[in-house]
């Protein structure tokens, strides 16, 4: 079974479209629609389930029409309206925007800083600002830390660890929640 660990959300399906089973998708960012994918993941129930992709229409820069096998009616589509739609991370690639690095990638990496203190679990990406913030949590600790390589010195992948230089303060004095 797939954990939420292993998928990375790349958008959200909405309302059918036409009768033969079609159903519009949003991707979260235009680079996602390059990904070439034999599948994706739909969230039912907290169960990342595989839907092979019959067919995909992209009409604009982050939205397509996707017609899934087995799923031939207006019906039958409407039953995945509003779902999130996932790709295994492994079929994501690390860069995939050189100029703005997928953040959303690290969700599910431990954080440790210079000290060597396990600063938590990256369970968000905030990128409302200028400046895109890691929310990293740990018991009842929150903290949101600027997600940039100037602070990170090390990745390790197989173990989901990101090692971060931060600067003095940064977790002490008040940017935690």
Known sequence: MITKDEVLKIGKLQKPYGIKGEISLVFDKPAY??????????DIDRIFVPFLIEEITFITDTGARVKFEDVNDETGAARFANLHVFLLRKQVPENLD???PEWD?????RVIDQHNRDLGTIEGVYAATLNVLFIVKQANEEYLI???DDFITRVND??????MNLPEGLIDTGSNL
């Open 158 to 163: 197989e173990q989901k660890i990101i090692c």
């Open 105 to 109: 990638f690290f969700i599910g990496y």
């Open 98 to 100: 050189e100029e703005n």
């Open 146 to 148: 600027p997600a940039t």
């Open 33 to 42: 629609t390059g990904i070439d994918a034999e599948f994706y993941f739909l």
